[in-house]
């Protein structure tokens, strides 16, 4: 079992920035790819970024490619997500998994249970 804790959601104003932290614990964790997803109300549940368990490899959404960095920390299981230049669509509740690197969300077995993102105008 994998234990995964998202933290640093909150309110911000469109054009500035967040920084989203999830911990990973339990087996093996470092072993996996970590990814963030996000759902806003009345959407489905859409990939934003991931990245392999080495750190070498990472992906993102076009929605955020060029806006947001996805970095990890291996001997803390930490892996975070840089958002910058905040857009009102970007508001969402932001999940953390643990899994497979890939866009699709049932390669993940592991999840967090979300963090609140708002962005205002």
């Known amino acids: 079992q994998v234990n995964v804790v998202e933290s640093g959601g909150g309110l911000v104003q469109a054009g500035g920035s967040l920084r989203l932290s999830c911990a990973a614990s339990g087996r093996t964790s470092s072993t996996y790819s970590m990814g963030w997803f996000r759902q806003a109300p009345g959407k489905e549940r859409e990939f934003v970024a991931a990245?392999?368990?080495?750190?070498?490899?990472?992906y993102y959404a076009d929605s955020v490619k060029g806006r947001s960095t996805i970095s990890r920390v291996n001997d803390r299981n930490t892996v975070y997500l840089q958002m910058n230049r905040l857009k009102l669509e970007d508001t969402a509740v932001y999940y953390c998994?643990?899994?497979?690197?890939?866009?699709?969300?049932?390669?993940?077995?592991?999840w967090g249970q979300g963090t609140q993102v708002t962005v205002s105008s």
């Open positions: 990245i392999n368990r080495s750190g070498g490899s990472t």
């Open positions: 998994a643990v899994g497979s690197a890939s866009v699709n969300p049932a390669q993940y077995p592991y």
